[in-house]
């Protein structure tokens, strides 16, 4: 496995400033070698980079570019947390609610550009379980969120 | 406690094939003895049972029937993974994501199918933490979703 | 750190019983040093403070009452559970689910009083992760549900 720090240099990949949390919680927590992350919003320098639903006025490109910003905002959390992205272990689960019209339901291919970014960035260790819910609405009325948990090196 | 394996042949079911992933992620990870699934829908031999929400189209005993099958998948994954069930030591969470029209409120009364069923094969050791909530929609158009934790011999 | 039942008592909070579950589930499984519960709904004498939707018949200010009675159930199951939430060693992650108009994307308004008390009674420790999504409607037509996860002394 080539480490995920040299793999997001060689991808090009340049981590955002880890986003704050939009209330009264933390960014992530560890307990043992679990990293629980917070849900993530696609924010890029501190705001949305669109706003509303798939099926509406969100085109599944653009949730997929959502998607990637969603990860990358999760990876610079581990990496603030952790020092380095090396010492993830692997991805162990990925929670995706796509905000959504009452008729879409391509929310897997949505979050597959997540999923697939992990894959490029951890090889096998980014496989990792999945689940994908339609919903209303989010804060900020985000086309979508996306929570993570990583298993770490104690 | 009867071995799951040996109770599933007293109660008759029969697994299915472990159903395939719908998108980049794993049916399940595991991390130390802590299994994670990925949200499992109610799949019958590659197509849904029936699409559709509760409170519209979709009866709860319908969903009561989808509910069982989406336990036989999550059944089959832990198998495929595990070589056998009986190493599940215990069913430890349960989270029901059901499509549900906006006055539909008897998500639990769809969801107790799967945990009762849970109980059945696995005793006590199926016994387990639950959240249910309604959504709008679901990939393929699914009337629920269900993701499990399972603990199990390291 | 003040002992979070010392805690308790400076803050002139009282437990209620500890809500039964509405299925055929319970109410926290712990594994290994993990403590998940189920989703909790804002039941008070067995009955929810109010129903509805926010956005529409429910404000953010009765939800987060709601949320605050959310909390003290969880903590009410934890004892029960452990004897004494001085065993508690910190709150790892809350997922917060708001019956949500499609217009209202003020989730996180609502969790922060649950996040709020949770630091109140465990300091520092009581610092966690947290998802916050709209969905259309809840069980018994809940303004809001939360789960959580808390780490324990084993």
Redesign the interface.
Known sequence: MVPPEERLRELGITLPEAPA?????????Q????L????MLPLREGKLIRTGRLGESVSVSDAQEDAKQVVKNALSIVRAHLGSLDKVT?C????G?VA??????????V??AA??LL?DIFGDHG???????????????APL?I?F?F?IKE
Do not use: M, W
């Open positions: 949390a939009l209330g009264s919680y933390v960014p992530c927590v307990t043992g070698n679990l629980f992350l917070s849900g692997r162990v689960k990925l929670s609610y959504s019209a009452p008729d879409f339901i391509d929310q897997p291919k979050l597959n999923s697939e894959r496989r990792h379980a999945r689940v994908a819910a339609g919903v209303p609405v989010l804060p900020l009325n969120e929570d948990i298993e």
